[in-house]
């Protein structure tokens, strides 16, 4: 047999091996904690992703190749590093039932010897007699029975459980001090308060707090990885972070998955309208963009109206909080798609929009009849038909493409990078604000059909994150609006043209919830006048 196929028969039998001595999940997830690691760092060892870790330790999946053999050799290894610890002896228990308490350290005094013990007698019913009758130490009542340093004790099961107390061990004697009579009525017996097991929202809650931390080390320790290679040099720093913002979103997504209830289909089949013809043509679905310029002011006419360009901070980083469908794309004729716990696309005949001065929801849409939108763009029609807002009549629709959804799919890789980011801001780090921007843009801007990440193909999610940023703007047009500012302007993601005092109704800042002028364009202050034009 030649030396080739010998190794091939080793590693075989290696493999067997290991696999007769697979571990119990418990028994994985002590080993990784005795030796003080995270998933994180098992997953980048073995090859695989945090959240398949997970599944291992929780006994959800079992290891499988091709990380499986890496897994139980790095577990063989913490084992001889960690054995098991022996089993405890279990307590002697009564006939009763009741366990006996284990006897206390004894004191430097020296138990008494064969000699001073009490002669030994029978009983005429066969039972042995070991001295003066005196109260049993665990019960109480009177017996002529000893324990091996003299006490009186009842043998076996005769103690009554009723007059057993937790505390009854067999302790040293004491000589400083008579012991107290017996009471007249014993105290009941009193059961030992359990540990107090976490419920599953703290468990969940615990787990998440966990897993937030490894993810938050994830983002500095490639921030100063990447200072460290650029020998303190920001700018290549950030260019070098910039380019594995894709991987290293796509890493930090699965991590924060670990603790998720909802599995997700990555690359599920798609209907022809979410598939672009060409390279470059886009499918088929209308985001809602808007372009919204207020019909009775103009840049070109003469006036004194001063306005303020507003730019609304991280906007497409809070739009990761949407519906978003889970499973495979699902077709539906009329309105039976549509349903608050699915989500998708559908197409739709809207109805006309009648108020010049707010930005049409359907955004800068020129061509008339029916069209396809994401589900939160018909949220949005939807609330905007309903009681509260009775601005517009309620869509037609005629067909959908929807799945089961949730609100919070993306919510803890949100929440992980607005921490990045808020703390990055805080501590005046344009490094980390960078990174951080870089991998939630590219992570939304990617996920449709993109060479660039292989690891995720939803364009139907690429459009609604989209949508949900415009839907999100126009609620900040009808919040100026409500609160008697004039709507100027509306673009984009993020851009919010106004006239008048917007500090009354938006907070200023560089926070998620907060607005701050718009700079870095043609009007560098921010500001600027508009002329009224005939009506």
Not at 30 to 36: C, D, F, I, M
Request: aromatic share 6%; hydrophobic share 40%.
């Amino acid at each position: 047999m030649s030396e080739g196929r010998l190794d091939g028969v080793e590693a075989l039998l290696e493999e067997a091996r290991l696999m007769a001595w697979m571990p119990s999940p418990a028994e994985r997830l002590r080993l990784r904690e005795a030796a003080g690691l995270s998933r994180a760092q098992v997953a980048a060892a073995v090859g695989v992703g945090r959240q398949t870790v997970a599944n291992w330790e929780s006994g959800e999946t079992d290891p499988q190749p091709p990380g499986r053999g890496r897994y139980l050799k790095l577990l063989k290894g913490l084992a001889e590093i960690h054995p098991a610890p022996a089993p405890a002896a279990p307590a002697p228990v009564a006939e009763s039932g009741t366990p006996y308490a284990p006897a206390e350290p004894t004191t430097p005094q020296a138990l008494p010897s064969a000699a001073e013990l009490p002669a030994t007698a029978f009983r005429p019913d066969g039972l042995v007699v070991q001295g003066a009758p005196e109260p049993c130490i665990r019960c109480g009542v009177v017996t002529p029975f000893k324990a091996t340093d003299g006490r009186s004790l009842h043998p076996g099961a005769m103690c009554q459980p009723s007059l057993v107390t937790p505390s009854a061990a067999i302790a040293p004697p004491v000589t400083q001090a008579p012991a107290p009579a017996a009471p007249a009525h014993p105290s009941p017996v009193l059961s030992p308060v359990p540990a107090r097991v976490p419920s599953r929202p703290q468990r969940r809650a615990q787990s998440s707090a966990r897993a937030q931390a490894e993810t938050n080390t994830l983002i500095t320790g490639a921030v100063h990885e990447e200072l460290e290679r650029a020998e303190g040099d920001a700018d290549a720093a950030l260019q070098a972070l910039v380019k594995r913002a894709i991987p290293d979103v796509m890493r930090l997504f699965e991590e924060t998955r670990a603790t998720a209830r909802y599995q997700y289909t990555a690359y599920p089949s798609l209907p022809d309208i979410l598939h672009k013809p060409s390279k470059r043509e886009p499918d088929q679905i209308w985001e809602a963009r808007p372009n919204f310029h207020h019909p009775h002011y103009s840049l070109k006419a003469p006036g004194d109206i001063r306005v303020t360009a507003l730019d609304a901070n991280a906007a497409y980083l809070s739009a990761l909080k949407c519906w978003l469908p889970i499973g495979k794309l699902e077709h539906h004729l009329g309105d039976d798609g549509v349903d608050a716990k699915r989500s998708g696309v559908h197409l739709i005949t809207p109805a006309p929009w009648h108020h010049p001065h707010l930005p049409d929801p359907l955004g800068d849409r020129e061509e008339p009849g029916a069209l396809w939108i994401t589900d939160a763009t018909l949220r949005l029609l939807l609330r905007l038909s309903g009681p509260k807002y009775g601005l517009i009549d309620a869509p037609t629709v005629h067909e959908s493409w929807t799945s089961g959804a949730t609100e919070n799919f993306l919510d803890a890789l949100r929440k992980v990078l607005a921490a990045a980011r808020d703390t990055a801001l805080a501590q005046d780090d344009s490094i980390t604000e960078g990174y951080v921007k870089a991998m939630y843009s590219k992570f939304i801007s990617t996920m449709g059909e993109s060479i660039h990440n292989r690891e995720i193909q939803r364009p139907d999610w690429m459009h609604i994150i989209h949508s949900q940023a415009y839907a999100n703007l126009w609620g900040k047009a009808y919040k100026a609006h409500q609160a008697g500012l004039e709507v100027i302007a509306m673009m984009g993601t993020d851009e919010l043209h106004v006239a008048g005092d917007w500090r009354q109704v938006f907070a200023e800042g560089r926070g998620l919830a907060q607005m701050k002028i718009k700079r870095g364009d043609a009007k560098a202050s921010g500001e600027y006048t508009v002329g009224q034009v005939a009506r």
